[in-house]
């Protein structure tokens, strides 16, 4: 994958009596401890979701599903290091030696891109992001903590 790329994986599964299906999912871990053997998805599970259903009801530890190579979502040319192969125009955004400050929007467990985003973006100095997230009801704001603690560590306030 190209560098600061955001990235998902397909899951492949026999469920149920629907026979095989996929379904894609974006990554909590990073794409370093999936070439370690490690890899954590935030799936919530939908009475009416096969995968999702089938993962939470069915799948039992030490079982197996198959997961696809990791598979390029987006790539973020603006916060690729002037090494990367990847060139723009110098009016390109970010200026240089500007602030760069991404504004997102997020819901329930929609908040796995942003978080593939945060980790990128926030590797930048003197990049910022500002996130509004939002769900139905409190447990579906997922990963509350990661969230505070990557603010913390990047400089940022926010709760």
Do not use: N
Request: charged letters at 15%.
């Amino acid at each position: 994958l190209p560098i600061g790329a955001m990235w998902h994986v397909t899951l492949k599964a026999s469920c149920f009596d629907a026979g095989e299906i996929t379904r894609d999912y974006t990554p909590v871990s990073d794409l370093e401890a999936y070439m370690r053997g490690a890899l954590r998805l935030l799936i919530r599970s939908y009475p009416t979701g096969l995968m999702s259903r089938y993962v939470a009801e069915s799948l039992q530890v030490g079982g197996s599903i198959l997961v696809s190579h990791p598979v390029t979502t987006l790539e973020l040319p603006s916060f690729l290091p002037p090494s990367s192969s990847f060139s723009l125009p110098d009016s390109a955004w970010p200026p240089k030696g500007k602030p760069a400050v991404l504004g997102c929007i997020a819901g329930g467990t929609g908040i796995t891109p942003v978080l593939q985003l945060a980790s990128t973006v926030l590797q930048e100095p003197l990049a910022r992001l500002h996130l509004l997230f939002s769900a139905k009801t409190d447990p579906d704001l997922y990963l509350l903590d990661h969230l505070f603690a990557m603010s913390q560590k990047s400089g940022g306030g926010g709760r």
